[in-house]
């Protein structure tokens, strides 16, 4: 919904997974997201019934104050060992 004189913000938040060759996992969150223009949203036949929404569009990483330490972020980053394999 749009406010008065549309100066409406909308903003995304955004959990991206980037798989490794030997199943480790690194995730990349970024809590709060800005369209640099508008967002396109497509409706694609996934499997059955089901239908998978893919976003289109060029993003702005805003800061968020982290209430852990009081610090400015624009992302947070994790790292996630493959399943058997040692740290």
């Not at 089901?50 to 993003?59: D, G, K, N, V, Y």
């Not at 800061?63 to 399943?83: I, K, T």
Request: proline share 6%.
């Amino acid at each position: 919904m749009d406010r008065e004189g549309g100066t409406f913000f909308q903003e995304w938040s955004a959990l991206f997974v980037v798989q490794a060759e030997e199943g480790e996992r690194v995730l990349y969150n970024y809590p709060r997201l800005q369209a640099k223009t508008g967002a396109q949203e497509r409706v694609d036949p996934f499997a059955g019934n089901l239908q998978r929404i893919s976003l289109t569009a060029e993003f702005r990483a805003l800061p968020v104050l982290d209430a852990r330490d009081g610090q400015h972020v624009l992302c947070y980053r994790s790292f996630l060992p493959a399943a058997g394999l040692p740290l």
